[in-house]
């Protein structure tokens, strides 16, 4: 069964920098496309990025996240990454990466294996 282990979160403020990571165990890490979401207090769960699997060569982004946020990974050491810059109060929110299955990269309902979640704050 794999498992996902995101962490990174933290307080920052305005226009700083964070950059998330998510740890996969298993062996079939590298097959499988990754995203993050987000969800901040009192609204839905949002797509914010996904990666496509093998060398990750197509990137996807929300609008919200062009240009400022940039996703990774390295499947030798299993891990997804989420550099987060020029960061935004409304970027306030947990973030969760999750395992992609099928369908819409975009859609939660595409992802079967999700992590505990990181939460990010930004201060003004």
């Known amino acids: 069964q794999v498992q996902l282990a995101e962490s990174g979160g933290g307080l920052v403020q305005a226009g700083g920098s964070l950059r998330l990571s998510c740890a996969a165990s298993?062996?079939?890490?590298?097959?499988?496309?990754m995203g993050w979401f987000r969800q901040a207090p009192g609204q839905e769960r949002e797509f914010v990025s996904a990666i496509a699997a093998w060398n990750g060569g197509t990137t996807y982004y929300a609008d919200s996240a062009k240009g400022r946020f940039t996703i990774s990974r390295d499947n030798a050491k299993n891990t997804v990454y989420l550099q987060m810059n020029s960061l935004k109060p409304e970027d306030t929110a947990v973030y969760y990466c999750?395992?992609?299955?099928?369908?819409?990269?975009?859609?939660?309902?595409?992802?079967?294996?999700w992590g505990q979640g990181t939460q990010v704050t930004v201060s003004s």
């Open positions: 298993g062996r079939a890490f590298s097959s499988v496309a």
């Open positions: 999750a395992a992609h299955i099928s369908g819409n990269i975009a859609t939660m309902t595409s992802y079967g294996i």
